[in-house]
């Protein structure tokens, strides 16, 4: 079983301030772990993954997130935060045996004010 | 490259209808993956095909059924619709023998069930 958890539903910060967005996990072997945001009436898009090795992961737009494996963490951060990344954020988790299944979190949404 | 794309992207149904959701992946993936999103939650998986068979499932009844193609699209099928499967219909797509290949997703179809 796997399964993801996202402890806070909203994160508000002003812009230039610092963003995270907490994450963890449970799978029965190793993760692969993922960050997807979601802006109004759109899809998921691919923001960073963690499959192996550094623990620190960079991605697009600024943002990267750190893999700890001890606290099966895997938050989302961003050093100076913009308006427009005011979203819905998603992080996922995929057990390395499994090909197939993805398991969500509840999202988290983030509002930078300016 | 046009990514992920879905059809129809809006769809109201009647209780009790059939619906069919489409799906085309991005330009060399090979697997193809259906997400529920309710309102105010994450994805749930559905069910994942690849090469035109059914290789994992989710916790969902077997009035969700799909079918994929030679040409690796793919269509969602949902019978007896209740007001509960009113949602945003995502398709994912991705190469499967990459194993850490991160999904791609598509725009989603919103259905509402009245």
């Known amino acids: 079983a796997q399964s993801v958890a996202q402890p806070e539903d909203q994160v508000n910060v002003a812009e230039g301030n610092p963003l995270t967005v907490k994450c963890t996990y449970s799978v029965s072997g190793n993760p692969y772990l993922f960050w997807y945001v979601q802006y109004p009436n759109r899809g998921l898009q691919f923001l960073l993954k963690?499959?192996?090795?550094?623990?620190l992961v960079k991605g697009s737009y600024g943002f990267e997130a750190e893999f700890n494996k001890s606290q099966t963490s895997f938050h989302l951060k961003k050093p100076s935060a913009l308006v427009s990344d005011s979203a819905l954020y998603f992080c996922a988790v995929r057990d390395i045996w499994d090909d197939y299944k993805l398991s969500f979190g509840a999202g988290t949404t983030v509002t930078v004010r300016a | 490259d046009a990514g992920v794309t879905q059809s129809p992207t809006h769809l109201i149904k009647t209780r009790g209808q059939q619906v069919t959701l489409r799906c085309s992946p991005k330009?060399?993936?090979?697997?193809v993956s259906w997400y529920q999103q309710a309102l105010g939650q994450g994805p749930q998986f559905i069910f994942q095909y690849y090469e035109e068979e059914e290789r994992q499932r989710g916790n969902f009844p077997d009035r969700f059924s799909g079918h994929q193609f030679p040409n690796y699209s793919s269509e969602l099928n949902v019978n007896a619709l209740l007001l509960g499967d009113s949602a945003l219909y995502l398709c994912?797509?991705?190469?499967?023998?990459?194993?850490?290949?991160?999904?791609?997703f598509g725009q989603g179809t919103r259905l509402t069930v009245v």
């Open positions: 330009s060399g993936h090979d697997t």
């Open positions: 994912a797509s991705r190469e499967l023998q990459g194993r850490n290949t991160e999904a791609f």
């Open positions: 963690y499959i192996t090795g550094d623990n």
